[in-house]
């Protein structure tokens, strides 16, 4: 593949990137950066550095709103995501789903591996594929690994909405896409899902649409 020649420092684009303030602008898919994976995070960014972009990740996971952001989707292919869900959601949802809420918090690093056999699929959607959503079958629960935005070590079980949370970024950072991991015959438009399958539990859909749950 063609690279962007000639190559301007990492950090000389992230200071770039921060210059004008305020939320960055979302790489949608189609975007070679959110499929070419990311560098580990060894320093690139000077702590400073870091913590602006750590900040302006913050604010624009805000804005648009989301619950998680990955480098990749604001263009830096570094191995750095934030997460952070308020949910903001019904009791029969949350029951559901598994949907409590998360602080913020800075992923530097991370993996995943799954923990027991357990698969949960609902409907997600990615900021960066802006008007659809699509069932994701995913592990029920995964032990992330990595670091915080301090390099204080992490190691941590997730479950429920918070697990699928990290998967869906930390896949961001291997150059993987929700919809790689989707059920396609779900792909359904926001307002369509917002009028039809807004239940708690995919599974009117999967047999009005004709897909498989776990
Ligand atoms: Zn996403």
Redesign the pocket.
């Known amino acids: 593949m063609a690279a962007p020649s000639p190559r301007v420092p990492l950090a000389e684009r992230v200071e770039e990137l921060l210059a004008p303030g305020g939320p960055l602008p979302i790489v949608a898919a189609g975007a070679p950066v959110l499929r070419s994976g990311t560098e580990r995070y060894e320093g690139q960014l000077d702590p400073a550095l870091l913590a602006r972009f750590v900040e302006a990740l913050r604010v624009t996971m805000h804005a648009a709103p989301g619950v998680g952001l990955a480098a990749p ?1 604001v263009g830096v292919e570094l191995r750095i995501a934030v997460i952070e869900d308020p949910a903001p959601v019904p009791e029969e949802v949350r029951m559901a789903r598994g949907r409590v809420p998360q602080p913020f918090r800075v992923l530097v690093n991370p993996s995943y591996e799954p923990v027991g056999s357990g698969r949960a699929a609902f409907f997600e959607g ?3 594929v802006p008007g659809y959503q699509a069932v994701v079958a995913r592990h029920a629960e995964v032990r992330l690994t990595g670091e915080d935005e301090h390099g204080r070590a992490l190691d941590e079980v997730f479950a429920g909405w918070a697990a699928r949370i990290v998967q ?1 970024e930390t896949d ?1 950072l291997d150059g993987l896409l ?1 919809l790689d991991r989707a059920e396609l015959r779900s792909l359904t438009a926001n307002q369509t899902a917002l009028e039809l399958w807004a239940h708690p539990t995919p599974e009117a859909a999967a047999e009005a649409l004709g897909f498989e749950l776990p």
């Open positions: 989707q990615c900021l960066s869906h961001h929700y």
